[in-house]
């Protein structure tokens, strides 16, 4: 590997850092919102409240189960390469406690500042997955658990992902409503969260890929 190429890998792992961390930040300000967390957080949310274990734990759980999904379902065509997705997961799920923790004393006072937090996540999130995008080298296992899906079954990845967010958030309101008598985590924040995440993500895409161009290559 010439020295250009790996200047830009390490710039790429840079800004898929940089990107992690603005997401931690998103989940984070969703959970403070109280008005339901993302679909992909959901499922972490709810577990988390169910065992007491912190969310960032339960999160690197979720993509710890999800990247041994992708190996049963890919078999011989799963690519070790990856097995990065664990070691993004860790950092992800401890970026995730520290960002609960910063914003541990943010409390809000009504409905509309709920919502003025929920936002900031949702934003926070979308800019996230956009630097992630934009920085190329791993997905994150959620993503990742989607793209295996779309190997081994004739599906669009839009119609896949939605299924998997789909499927989370059931699951969340299954064990919700099992386990803590009622519906925890999951609300209209969820199902902004599910509209407009995308939608932010990609619009920040269009000034990322000039960047990328300019600054990573």
């Not at 993509?63 to 049963?72: A, F, S």
């Not at 900031?120 to 934009?134: D, H, K, N, R, Y």
């Not at 619009?203 to 990328?212: D, E, K, L, S, T």
């Amino acid at each position: 590997m010439t020295g250009t190429k790996l200047g830009g890998l390490i710039k790429r792992y840079v800004l898929l850092c940089v990107g992690l961390v603005i997401m931690s930040f998103g989940v984070a300000f969703s959970i403070k919102a109280g008005l339901g967390t993302s679909p992909i957080s959901s499922l972490p949310y709810v577990t988390g409240q169910i065992s007491g274990l912190s969310v960032g734990t339960t999160t690197i759980l979720l993509h710890v189960t999800l990247i041994v999904l992708q190996i049963l379902l890919l078999r011989r065509r799963y690519e070790p390469i990856q097995l990065i997705q664990l070691p993004v997961a860790l950092v992800f799920g401890g970026l995730t406690d520290f960002s609960v923790w910063v914003l541990s004393g943010v409390v809000p006072g009504s409905y509309l500042t709920q919502w003025v937090l929920c936002v900031v996540g949702i934003l926070l999130v979308g800019v996230g997955v956009s630097f992630e995008v934009t920085a190329n080298v791993v997905t994150l296992a959620g993503e990742g658990m989607v793209l295996a899906v779309c190997k081994v079954f004739p599906v669009p990845f839009a119609r896949a992902k939605v299924g998997f967010d789909v499927t989370l958030v059931v699951l969340s309101c299954i064990l919700s409503f099992l386990f803590l008598h009622g519906l925890v985590g999951v609300r209209e924040g969820t199902v902004a969260a599910a509209l407009l995440v995308g939608m932010v993500a990609r619009q920040v895409n269009r000034p990322m890929a000039v960047f990328a161009e300019k600054y990573l290559t």
